[in-house]
Nanobody, 126 residues
Framework: QVQLVESGGGLVQAGGSLRLSCAAS????????MGWFRQAPGKEREFVAA????????RYGDSVKGRFTISRDHAKNTVYLQMNSLRPEDTAVYFC???????????????????WGQGTQVTVSS
């Protein structure tokens, strides 16, 4: 059974940092893009970041560019999201996702991902 499990969420003050982790089990995603999305109450799921299979390419949502960094560790089958300079508007449930289609692409649409984690809450206080 394939599982993606996020961790690292929590409560942080504005300007602070958090690092989210997403550990995959049940299969490896070494040749596949992986991404992060977030969803705030009453809002649609929003693209945050994605990275291709060999980390040569990444993509970010406009609202997080320059503040968030996505990375991955194939040996640990894990993808990370380093979040710096956090703002109250970053408050959301953060989900990681994996694309079953291997390749060089870096998807930014939720419909392109087949596997999803259950999410981890990030709350940024002002």
């Amino acid at each position: 059974q394939v599982q993606l499990v996020e961790s690292g969420g929590g409560l942080v003050q504005a300007g602070g940092s958090l690092r989210l982790s997403c550990a995959a089990s049940g299969r490896t995603f070494h040749g596949n893009p992986m991404g992060w999305f977030r969803q705030a109450p009453g809002k649609e799921r929003e693209f945050v970041a994605a990275i291709n299979w060999n980390t040569s390419s990444s993509r970010y949502g406009d609202s997080v560019k320059g503040r968030f960094t996505i990375s991955r560790d194939h040996a640990k089958n894990t993808v990370y999201l380093q979040m710096n300079s956090l703002r109250p508007e970053d408050t959301a449930v953060y989900f990681c996702a994996a694309d079953v289609n291997p390749g060089w692409h870096v998807p930014d649409q939720s419909g392109e991902y087949e596997y999803w984690g259950q999410g981890t809450q990030v709350t940024v206080s002002s």
